[in-house]
């Protein structure tokens, strides 16, 4: 399977989201990554679901909704409600996470869980048949822009072993300093969904940029 590019819509123009959306759907983007920031787990608060509302009004592409929240368990509901194809949750911020990843299944979503780049990939070794997708952080999670942390390859590495025993479907995604200069070696090392914020929108033309990460 090719690789996909997420891009993540923090790093557009909120004022202009319209314009950037329909930018995205006419782009060879694959998913469209939507951050979701409480302010508790992570040092930033981004949007709710007004804003949400009004990104899944124009998109023509799963959202892939990143819940960097507390106890998300209360809003899985709201957000499929509100559009949600791929739901991930990070490992971090919950306490029965086979009972979250069960959940967002019910609702008829894909189940992702993240962990941030402290995290071992081992921890998942017994959840690993559950999820259809585990999200790699490759910076602190929290604000886009943020310079690629190196040892996100090793882990890379040895969570596709794992995945390779116990769920070769796995999709593995790869969040935070992702772009042109890093995706070939992310893909080789296991990667299948690529996020990019920053490298996408700072671009002097997104549109080609995107074409360009989904070729490399
Ligand atoms: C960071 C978010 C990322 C962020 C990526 O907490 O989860 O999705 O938007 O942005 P870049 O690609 O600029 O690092
Ligand atoms: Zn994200």
């Known amino acids: 399977m090719k690789h996909l590019i997420a891009p993540s819509v923090l790093s557009a123009d909120f004022a202009n989201l319209q314009r950037d959306i329909e930018m995205l759907n006419r782009s060879e983007a694959d998913w469209l990554h939507i951050d979701i920031m409480d302010g508790v787990f992570v040092p930033n608060i981004s949007f709710g679901f007004p804003v949400l509302q009004a990104i899944a009004k124009h998109a023509q592409k799963p959202l892939d909704v ?5 106890d998300p368990d209360r809003y899985l509901a709201d957000f499929k409600k509100a559009g949600a194809a791929v739901i991930t949750v ?15 299944k019910n609702l008829g979503c894909k189940a992702g869980v993240a ?3 402290h995290t071992p990939v081992s921890v ?13 952080m490759s910076v602190n999670p929290g604000f886009g822009g943020q310079s690629f942390i190196e040892q996100t390859y090793q882990k890379l590495h040895k969570l596709k072993q794992l995945a390779n025993a116990v769920n070769p479907n796995l999709l593995i995604e790869v969040d935070g300093g992702v772009g042109p200069g890093n995706i070939a070696k992310l893909v080789n090392a296991g990667a299948s969904v690529l996020v990019a914020g920053n490298a996408v929108f700072a671009a002097e033309d997104p549109e080609k940029m995107i074409h360009q990460l989904k070729n490399i």
């Not at 990143?66 to 507390?70: D, K, N």
């Not at 990070?90 to 967002?104: D, F, G, K, S, W």
């Not at 998942?124 to 790699?136: A, G, N, S």
């Open 66 to 70: 990143h819940l960097m929240i507390v």
């Open 115 to 117: 962990i941030n780049p």
């Open 90 to 104: 990070h490992y971090e911020a919950c306490t029965h996470l086979h009972r979250t990843v069960q959940a967002i």
């Open 124 to 136: 998942l070794e017994d959840i690993l048949p559950d999820l259809d997708l585990v999200l790699v």
